[in-house]
């Protein structure tokens, strides 16, 4: 810095009123920070102070009586008030030994005046110095702020630089660290170990002669890196507070602007990722491509995830911010994302860069965080819907991913109270149902099985139907049935009395009622065809 930011107690002493004052106690605290000046003749101060005060006193309140005095110098030190001013004469002519004794074991500096003085004069004095320290602060931070902007727009590696010029104008210990877990120090002390200190900030095990200070670099509500100062000659104050925030708030833009730019070029590889999907690129053409794209990544699978939102086409202007958000989520979860644009849904192929057996967990609390996110909510997308394909080994394979992964959106949409779950492996039963309509047998499948209990349900405006499923789901226990239908034991063993007249009494047989719930699953998916049970009826 090319200024002094801090007002202490002996800065103020050299001020022209302080020009007969003497210090009596407490000499070591003189280097103490004012950021106000206080009168103060009351014997019990409660809230009255915030810290940091100079208290200026004629001592009125305590001149009788040396315990309240002692008891007023320590609620003092106890509120962290910098340091005490007293005028001699009128009411106290000296500052008691026990006094000084207990302002000398704690630093507080008290100060005696000997000629009569206008506390008047003092106070406006100190709070011109204040304003100018202020003024000078606000000057100094927006030449910083200057001088970083002109670092984002003309290097060619602004972090790099943003995070030295920090280091330079605060004098202080620079540690920067990744999402990704690289480390950066920028330090006076070449000894320094980036990993040791990393550990002691993260354990918080942070040493008595370093003082430290934190703030993440965030932008679209997602913490890209985190940044500390540490200061091991003094407190870290506002100003260097205010610095580092506006650091942060820059590294923030530079690094939006590298995926921005990131993101426009990879833009123009769509054309790349669709014939991939496609199935028109062979395993040694995708890898020879990702390797070039990156030469750290060297994925061991992929699953394609499809995301899906009614007014999708509307946010063309956003397509890159929310890509970057997408990307943002997922390389902390170790998957690396290229996308392709469809009308109305984005189309990622996830490849995971981490050598690991979980990464549908990873995927699953990559989706769970874009759907609570704030990102998500401005830009008006909340109601994305998503669907994840199979795992593939072979690169060359995602195209399976890709059919999967639609149909698992598909099935989603058309029974999101049954199906809960983002991917195809847990869509278990209508994985057979869709291969099954695809071959064409499902409807006779259903009319089987079901024939009579639709047809009954049909005539009679009944629940059979409903009675079975749920009979079913809770593996032939009446009671929990007859709680989950709401009904009383008499009115469900009547309804199982008509299923066994209509299906069989072997119809809870282990093979009869298996096919009996596939047929169930069947006949829900074609309802949510807008298929009616007239429609499979007369099919059959």
Known sequence: MTHEVRLSINEI???????????????????????????????????????????????????????????????????????????????????PKEIKELADAHDFPIIVFTEKVRFIDITQEIHSLLIQKHYLILSDLEEYSNRINQLLLSSSNPQQEILQLLHEHLNMTVFYISNQGQFQVFSTRKSIEPKKLFHLLKSNKIPKHMNVAHQSVCALDQTFADLFIISESGAITEFDSLILDRTAIALAQSHLRELYTEEQRQAKEMEWVSSW?????????????????????????????????????????????????????????????????????????????????????????????????????????????????????NLSHVRNSYLTAKETLKIREMMPNEIHSYFYEDLYIFRLVLASNEQGVLREFISDYLEPVLRYDQQNNGELLKTLKIYLNCKGAKKEAAEQLHIVRQTLYHRLDKLYNLLGHDFMETYKRQAIEVAISAHEYFSALKSDDTSILNSS
């Open 13 to 95: 002493l050299q001020s022209k009123h302080f020009k007969h004052a003497k210090v009596v106690a407490g000499k070591d605290g003189l280097g103490r920070l004012v950021q106000w000046v206080h009168v103060l003749e009351v014997t019990s101060i409660e809230d009255l102070l915030n810290g940091n005060e100079l208290i200026l006193s004629t001592g009125i309140g305590w001149k009788d009586d040396v315990n309240v005095f002692r008891m007023m110098v320590q609620q003092f030190i106890d509120s962290n008030a910098s340091g005490l001013c007293i005028e001699l004469g009128t009411y106290i002519s000296n500052i």
């Open 277 to 393: 999907i496609e199935g028109e690129l062979s395993n040694e053409q995708i890898h020879l491509y990702l390797s070039d794209l990156d030469p750290n990544l060297k994925p061991n699978g992929c699953t394609v995830l499809i995301c899906k939102a009614d007014n999708l086409e509307k946010l063309t202007s956003e397509f890159t911010y929310l890509k970057i958000y997408f990307r943002s989520i997922f390389e902390q979860r170790g998957i690396y994302l290229l996308s392709y644009i469809q009308k109305k849904q984005i189309v990622f192929i996830l490849l995971d860069n981490w050598k690991t057996n979980d990464i549908k967990r990873r995927v699953k609390e990559g989706i769970d965080c874009l759907k609570k996110s704030e990102f998500i909510k401005k830009i008006k997308c909340s109601s994305l819907e998503f669907g994840v394909g199979k795992f593939v080994r």
